[in-house]
């Protein structure tokens, strides 16, 4: 998966910041687990995952793959103190796919 994504940030309907990532065939690739008080802490997840680019931010995060209930490929991402700080925003079929979605995310492995 290439990098022609466009990111967008806005207010959910708690009034709390969230971000989506957007592919250009309009599909959306990534986006926050959690909203955010704060606009500078929802930016600081994206940059957690991609946004500006891939940096060291979070390179010591814990990410999960699993198989969900219908039978989909997924991923978690949780940093060093636990708390869970992104998930994929949907299931794939392969693996290979939600791996590739992760990478997208920053994901090293």
Same mark, same amino acid.
């Given at each position: 998966?290439?990098?022609?994504?466009?990111?967008?940030?806005?207010?959910?309907?708690?009034?709390?910041?969230?971000?989506?990532?957007?592919?250009?065939?309009?599909?959306?690739?990534?986006?926050?687990?959690?909203?955010?008080?704060? #606009?500078?802490?929802?930016?600081?997840? *994206?940059?957690?995952?991609?946004?500006? @680019?891939? %940096?060291?931010? /979070? &390179? !010591?995060?814990?990410?999960?793959?699993?198989?969900?209930?219908?039978? #989909?490929?997924?991923?978690?991402?949780? *940093?060093?103190?636990?708390?869970?700080? @992104?998930? %994929?925003?949907? /299931? &794939? !079929?392969?693996?290979?796919?939600?791996?590739?979605?992760?990478?997208?995310?920053?994901?090293?492995?």
């Amino acid at each position: 998966m290439t990098d022609n994504t466009t990111w967008s940030f806005y207010l959910d309907q708690k009034h709390e910041w969230r971000w989506r990532r957007t592919a250009a065939n309009g599909e959306i690739v990534g986006a926050s687990s959690e909203g955010y008080q704060n #606009k500078a802490d929802c930016e600081s997840n *994206a940059n957690r995952h991609g946004y500006g @680019g891939c %940096s060291t931010l /979070g &390179y !010591s995060d814990n990410w999960t793959f699993y198989v969900d209930a219908n039978g #989909k490929h997924r991923w978690k991402r949780q *940093a060093s103190n636990g708390v869970q700080v @992104g998930a %994929s925003s949907q /299931g &794939y !079929s392969a693996k290979s796919n939600c791996e590739e979605n992760a990478r997208l995310h920053c994901y090293h492995g």
